[in-house]
């Protein structure tokens, strides 16, 4: 297996990531991290490097910014047919603007943050 990925900027300027895996010859293409200040959005990879030291990665691997766990939720989710699912609560901050978002605890696991409201 091999993967490889390009970043992109988009027209609004964000940077968006493609990720690509080459498995038994054949080509499988999604999308990696976003970086997008100006739409409030970023996504990528919660990536725990030391114990209770969080970060936001890219598909790649390259820091994107600190994470800070919040807390931990328990939820049913209609997805899940309604079995109880833990979700972990992270808030960051970058380029002096604070965001938030879950996700459903796995390491490496992709997490979308929205930016909070204005002050």
């Known amino acids: ?16 990531e ?3 895996i080459t498995l ?3 080509e499988f293409t999604a999308l990696g991290s976003i970086v997008d200040p100006a739409s409030g959005l ?3 990879y ?5 114990p ?16 800070r766990r919040t807390g931990r939720i328990t939820t049913r989710l209609r997805a899940c047919d309604g079995s109880p ?3 972990e609560c992270y808030s960051a901050t970058y380029q002096g603007r ?18 909070g409201r204005a002050a």
């Open 46 to 50: 919660v990536h725990e490097h030391t």
């Open 85 to 87: 699912m833990r979700l």
């Open 52 to 67: 209770g030291f969080f970060e936001l990665r890219t598909w790649q691997g390259q820091p994107i910014c600190p994470l």
């Open 98 to 115: 604070n965001y938030y978002g879950r996700h459903c605890g796995d390491w490496n696991q992709s997490i979308r943050l929205r930016a």
């Open 1 to 16: 297996m091999q993967s490889r990925s390009e970043t992109r900027q988009a027209p609004n300027g964000a940077q968006v």
């Open 42 to 44: 970023l996504v990528g």
């Open 24 to 26: 038994q010859g054949r």
């Open 18 to 20: 493609i990720g690509t």
